[in-house]
């Protein structure tokens, strides 16, 4: 689309320029001129910013949630785009990209045995672990922070306080307030009973038992029906911390889900 | 916290590491240590804890001064410990943090977590006494140990000044950080509140701005990492950039997606690609807004979100009905299927051939038989 020419068009413009100054505004053509101006002028600070702190991001966890944390405020977020200026000069951008990687192969390879929910703690050692002894420093921070960007790639990222932390869920399964409470209530032994439900919450046995079935369902509960007293419903995602042999997927299908 | 010596090397000969946590702090009996948030390592013999700035002064006291241990769970604000009880100092002890103190324990308070596993590891350590087969000798300086070990014979008073100047030119550092940072801030607010502006303008179609500049603004904002506010296009937050990836994407995703059935999920496209880039990685939206734009551009792709959620690329020559009708023939030659034989059978993920068979479902050719069991397909005889 051209601007207007002809005198018509000429006069048009005129009068809107009048109009602007009387105002004192400024046209948004003219803005975005000005706009990149000071692009370049910021480009050059954060390059000689860059030049003197690149390494204090890298290496520096609490100094890199100071940074998120003034760009949230002022309402910038240098992880959008591994083209912007953020990632592109201080490296950010890389750092939480790869991250974002290695949180999916982790999650990709435990599925099997905890049906797509893991702790935060897990999830946190395990990806140390795959980055090795010489590797970058990695706080539960950036994790939180490269798995919020994974969200909206629509797999199903997300985030359940439990017991003072976090479950990381990476499929889709549907958990409203009812499974996450259970969770919450699950996490202390790493199993939960439908007695324990419907003591701590109060629950009916009907309710209790409909988000249990779900849990199964979805492969994020096990059902120890063998157990002293009554049947255990045990979450894999719990109960990793303690001792538990690795199981490859084929024995998992072939255990009761 | 008087039973801890300083150290100026990580391990010595005999001694083997177990396992380390970072996020530690200090506590000398219910006080917490005047010392930063460390790593703490538990090796075969010893507890050593570090502040990861000064790798030449660590603190560490001998296993076997250990009496007993136990956990304190963590609560609203407050992290999990572990509370160590240890036998008084010996006399021939090393000198350390504390000359004194009126506790017999420490504690451990892990501010990232991992207080289960260090607590296990640091019981099946005592109950084992590895120490007591494998004496350690005399310490080995390690590289950066050297310096260390020059300042020791200086004595405690040397060690606390070189701590002090190290901590003094940190903050410096740190605190210059900030201050470029925050100054950095201010100019970056600036570029923030400009773009409002404008972005206002041309909502209020105020001016006349072209489609040139509105290209140029949007990748101005893409620099700047702000949000796109004007969301007229069809194409997404797309600028330039996005077009030159859906193009590479469009070339690069064609073997792999005829090898996996025609279809991937984006979370493994996005490993996918960024594993092969190794450097100048894309981010989760530039990779979504990319794919946007295949249909535009004509590709043979194409970005498809299911109902779950679930987002995938899938190549154009695979056709819904294809797929659905081979679904439907999969199911009946077998009798009834599940997501995970599916799978097996085609050789795609679980959760790729799950949706696959709730398509079908959607489109009236399979029904299902939702129990405990699992979630199992049968074709649709009604």
Redesign the interface.
């Known amino acids: ?4 020419v002809g005198t018509g068009a000429i006069a048009k ?1 005129k009068r ?1 320029e009048a109009k ?1 100054k009387e105002r004192g505004s400024v ?3 003219d ?2 001129v ?3 101006k ?2 370049e ?3 050059s ?2 390059e000689e ?1 860059a030049s ?2 690149k390494q ?1 991001i890298r290496k ?1 966890p609490q ?1 890199r949630v ?2 998120q944390e ?2 949230a ?16 000069m201080l490296g950010v ?2 750092f939480y ?2 991250l ?2 290695q949180i ?2 982790v999650c990709l390879a435990l599925k099997h045995r905890n049906g797509g929910l893991i702790t ?2 897990e999830l ?2 395990r990806v140390l672990k795959g980055r090795g002894k010489y590797a970058q ?1 990695v ?2 921070d950036d994790l939180v922070r490269a798995i919020k ?8 990222f997300g985030m359940i306080p439990v017991g ?2 976090y479950l990381v869920q990476s ?2 399964a549907e958990l409203n307030m009812d499974h996450t409470v259970v969770l919450q209530l699950a996490e202390k032994k790493g199993y939960v009973t439908v007695s324990e439900i419907k003591e701590s919450l109060n629950w009916q046995k009907e309710r209790a038992s409909h988000v249990l ?1 779900h849990l ?2 979805e492969g994020l509960a096990w ?1 120890d029906s063998q157990a002293a007293g009554e049947a255990q419903y045990w979450l894999p995602a719990l109960f990793s ?3 538990s042999r690795d199981v490859s997927p084929e024995e998992a ?1 072939q255990m009761t ?1 | 916290m008087d039973r801890f010596s300083w150290t100026n090397s990580r391990t010595e000969l005999n001694e083997t590491y177990v396992i380390e946590q970072r996020g530690v702090r200090l506590y000398d009996g219910d006080e917490k240590a005047k010392l930063n948030v460390g790593t703490a390592f538990l090796t075969t013999h010893r507890l050593i804890w570090g502040d990861i700035k000064y790798e030449d002064s660590c603190l560490a006291f001998p296993l076997s001064q250990i009496i007993f241990i136990e956990e304190q769970a963590g609560g609203l604000g407050k992290s999990a410990k572990i509370v160590i009880h240890l036998h008084p100092a010996p006399e021939n002890k090393e000198p350390g943090p504390y000359n004194s103190s009126k506790y017999s324990y420490i504690k451990l308070s892990f501010k990232e977590h991992g207080q289960i596993e260090f607590y296990r590891r640091l019981t099946e350590e005592m109950t084992l006494k590895r120490w007591e087969n494998t004496p350690i000798s005399k310490p080995i300086s390690t590289g950066t140990g050297s310096q260390g070990g020059r300042t020791r014979a200086v004595g405690i008073v040397g060690i606390e000044r070189k701590i002090e100047e190290k901590r003094k030119e940190l903050d410096k550092n740190i605190s210059e950080a900030f201050e470029d940072l925050s100054q950095l801030m201010v100019k970056a607010k600036e570029m923030v509140e400009l773009s409002r502006s404008i972005a206002n303008k041309i909502k209020d179609k105020q001016g006349d701005i072209t489609e040139d500049e509105t290209v140029r603004f949007k990748s101005y904002l893409l620099s700047m990492g702000i949000a796109n506010p004007v969301t007229r296009e069809t194409h997404g937050s797309g600028t330039h950039y996005h077009l030159q990836l859906s193009k590479q994407l469009g070339d690069m995703l064609q073997a792999p997606l005829e090898e996996r059935g025609g279809m991937m999920a984006l979370t493994e496209v996005y490993c996918l690609v960024n594993r092969a880039r190794g450097m100048e990685l894309l981010s989760p939206e530039d990779l979504v807004n990319a794919c946007k734009m295949f249909e535009s551009l004509k590709l043979p792709l194409r970005l498809r979100v299911f109902d779950s959620g679930v987002m995938v690329v899938q190549l154009q020559s695979h056709s819904e009905e294809e797929m659905i009708a081979s679904a439907l023939d999969n199911v009946s030659e077998k009798g009834s299927l599940t997501a995970e034989e599916f799978a097996k059978l085609l050789g795609l993920s679980v959760l790729l051939s799950k949706e696959r068979l709730l398509l079908a479902e959607k489109m009236g050719h399979l029904c299902r038989d939702d129990s405990v069991e699992g979630l199992r397909f049968y074709p649709n005889l009604f």
């Not at chain 1, 960007?149 to 199903?156: F, S």
């Open positions: 689309m051209r601007r207007g413009k809107a602007y046209l948004a053509e803005q975005i000005q706009m990149s000071q692009l002028t910021f480009k600070h954060l910013f003197k702190h204090e520096n100094f100071q940074f003034m760009c405020t002022i309402g910038v977020d240098p992880l959008a785009s591994g083209k912007g200026f953020w990632s592109e951008g890389d990209y790869e974002g990687v999916i192969e935060l703690d946190h050692q420093e706080s539960q960007k994974l969200k909206v790639m629509g797999n199903g003072g932390s499929v889709p079935d199964l369902k059902l911390e303690l001792s299908s889900p």
